[in-house]
């Protein structure tokens, strides 16, 4: 099993830049970028290719919509060119309320548009004539003065993999249909195969095999005694994935929990956040949804919570150490990095 990071540049660029470095010499596998509506998910890995030599850059997610399936492979050629073949391509649908509410882009049909731009990115890069008769890309225009081009850049003699950041069963069975890789949230790895089963599916549709899907989940690791101090502080992040990351219709995250178990308190939770009683949507979070959730207490709770992730089936751990100083998180990754070693040398 894999450890992974996430990082951004915008608050503090000099330290964000040295927990990468640090990570990297830790033996940190990759690190991974996002983007809402914020700073984009690109432009940091660009910056972090120059400041380091081995670790894996990728994005988790690049909104698809956002951007043209063929400006993705332009982008995606030119990081995986500066980095050494190091990028790795995420790619998600987000919901419509950034989709429409901020790129005024249709959200509909999600699934479609993510299943052609994986197919043309990966047409894009192979050095081919991008000719593609799709749903909702047609390229070139038909009745246009558009040409089939081909991408100017070289061609990927390592192809760039490209990994799906999905929730819903449909868009599970795509990822394992199509994804080199799947990047997870609002997950549990007591409860994975609400994941996996149609991520099998979908991979036995394809004719191709479960394992070879890179797996990437994981949460906060915090490291301590009092594991009261440890729980409290993640509840109101849980509150808001429940409550606000959606509408009160289309919430993925809220279904995602729900699929897991939590249906009554994902609803009770939703209803409180939605009339603004965020504080009781939050002391409804019971402990151990936060533990589930999460790598949390002392050393010997925190390897078995590693053990769960990888009797799950998780191959990439992908972490994001707390601490009051960058020195106090990079000894929580030390701890862990440690920690999967011992566990993966069992």
């Not at 956002?66 to 492979?73: E, F, H, K, T, V």
């Not at 949390?296 to 925190?302: E, K, W």
């Amino acid at each position: 099993m894999r450890v992974a990071i996430s990082t951004g540049l915008a608050r503090d660029r000099d330290a964000a830049v040295r927990y990468v470095v640090e990570a990297e010499r830790l033996g940190v596998d990759s690190v991974w970028t996002s983007e809402a509506w914020g700073t984009d998910a690109i432009t940091p890995l660009a910056y972090l290719a120059a400041r380091t030599d081995r670790i894996k850059l990728g994005t988790s997610i690049m909104q698809v919509g956002s951007r043209s399936p063929a400006l993705i492979a332009m982008t995606a050629a030119s990081l995986a060119g500066l980095s050494d073949n190091r990028f790795i391509l995420g790619l998600g649908t987000s919901g419509p309320q950034v989709m429409e509410g901020w790129h005024g882009v249709r959200f509909d049909p999600p699934l479609t548009r993510l299943r052609e731009t994986v197919d043309i990115v990966r047409l894009a890069l192979s050095g081919e004539r991008v000719q593609y008769a799709g749903k909702v890309y047609q390229l070139p225009l038909p009745a246009s003065e558009g040409r089939a081009l081909r991408l100017a850049a070289e061609p990927r003699m390592v192809p760039v993999p490209i990994y799906l950041a999905t929730l819903g069963p449909r868009s599970l069975e795509l990822a394992g249909m199509v994804a080199d890789g799947w990047i997870a949230s609002s997950f549990m790895p007591d409860h994975a195969e609400a994941f996996f089963e149609p991520m099998r599916r979908g991979a036995e549709r394809a004719g191709r095999s479960f394992d070879a899907i890179d797996r990437v989940a994981g949460g906060v690791v915090a490291f301590g005694d009092d594991l009261d101090t440890l729980i409290a502080p993640r509840k109101p992040g849980f509150a808001f994935e429940i409550g606000a990351m959606g509408s009160a219709r289309q919430n993925f995250y809220k279904q995602a929990y729900a699929r897991q178990g939590y249906a009554s308190l994902a609803e009770r939770v939703q209803a409180l956040w939605l009339k603004g009683r965020r504080d009781e949507a939050a002391a409804l979070i019971p402990d151990e949804f936060v533990l589930q959730a999460n790598l949390l207490g002392t050393a010997q709770m925190v390897r078995q919570r590693v053990r769960t992730y990888r009797d799950a089936g998780i191959t990439t751990l992908h972490v994001s150490p707390v601490g009051a100083t960058l020195e106090h998180r990079l000894e929580a990754l030390a701890s862990l990095v440690a920690l999967v070693r011992e566990v993966e040398a069992e």
